[in-house]
């Protein structure tokens, strides 16, 4: 069973780095796995940030394309984000999550809770 | 691009059935059949529900039923159960390898 974990600060200082990592215990080693990363602001609905399918290709939000990052480490079973030059507006749930060919996310973690406050 | 339309709440007795409307345009909802459902409980992770349009991942009883029509989806929950009280998400893929999800509708069971 391929279980999810996001990890990473819960609070971040504007204009800062935001990087999070998940652990995927239970199956990462299926080359044909997809990953994303969606978040959730408080009180609206959620936002994808992007994806990165097996191949190694990356798909992101095109209104963050210029700030968000995703990387695969196979060797510690993690899925990374990263999320640059940081405002309040990027405060929300930051969830990971795999991905199907067929662009729907079959499996989530619970999420961890960012705020970027100084 | 902007969020998929979804009513803010709806509502129904137990064994009832309520439909939540997820209403896009022809570059999302009705120009794919990517089209998703998500089921959020507080301090649980989300679960799929329903994925390309209308089939449902294994676990999900069949009281969950998902359709389509022109540019809105629409998700069905038949006979209401008081476990089936949470936040639902449509997600669609969009033009230009873009998705976006929905405002999400919360279901309360009288």
């Known amino acids: 069973q391929v279980l999810l974990q996001e990890s990473g600060p819960g609070l971040v200082k504007p204009s800062d780095t935001l990087s999070l990592t998940c652990t995927v215990s239970?199956?990462?080693?299926?080359?044909?796995?997809?990953w994303g990363w969606i978040r959730q602001p408080p009180g609206k609905g959620p936002e994808w940030l992007g994806s990165?399918?097996?191949?190694?290709?990356?798909y992101y939000n095109p209104s963050l394309r210029s700030r968000v990052s995703i990387s695969i480490d196979k060797s510690k079973n993690q899925v990374s984000l990263q999320l640059t030059s940081v405002t309040a507006a990027d405060t929300a749930v930051y969830y990971c999550?795999?991905?199907?060919?067929?662009?729907?996310?079959?499996?989530w973690g619970r999420g961890t809770l960012v705020t970027v406050s100084s | 691009q902007s969020a998929l339309t979804q009513p803010p709440s709806a509502s129904g007795s137990p064994g009832q059935s309520v439909t939540i409307p997820c209403t896009g345009t022809s570059s999302d909802v009705g120009g794919y059949e990517y089209v998703s459902w998500y089921q959020v409980r507080p301090g649980k992770a989300p679960k799929l529900i329903i994925f390309d349009v209308n089939k449902r991942p294994s676990g999900v009883p069949d009281r969950f039923s998902g359709s389509k029509s022109g540019n809105t989806a629409s998700l069905t929950v038949s006979g209401l159960q008081s476990e089936d009280e949470a936040d639902y998400y449509c997600l669609s893929y969009t033009n230009n390898i873009n998705l976006v999800f929905g405002g999400g509708t919360k279901v309360t069971v009288l």
């Open positions: 999550a795999k991905m199907m060919l067929r662009w729907y996310f079959d499996l």
């Open positions: 239970g199956g990462f080693t299926n080359n044909a796995y997809y």
């Open positions: 990165m399918v097996h191949t190694g290709n990356t």
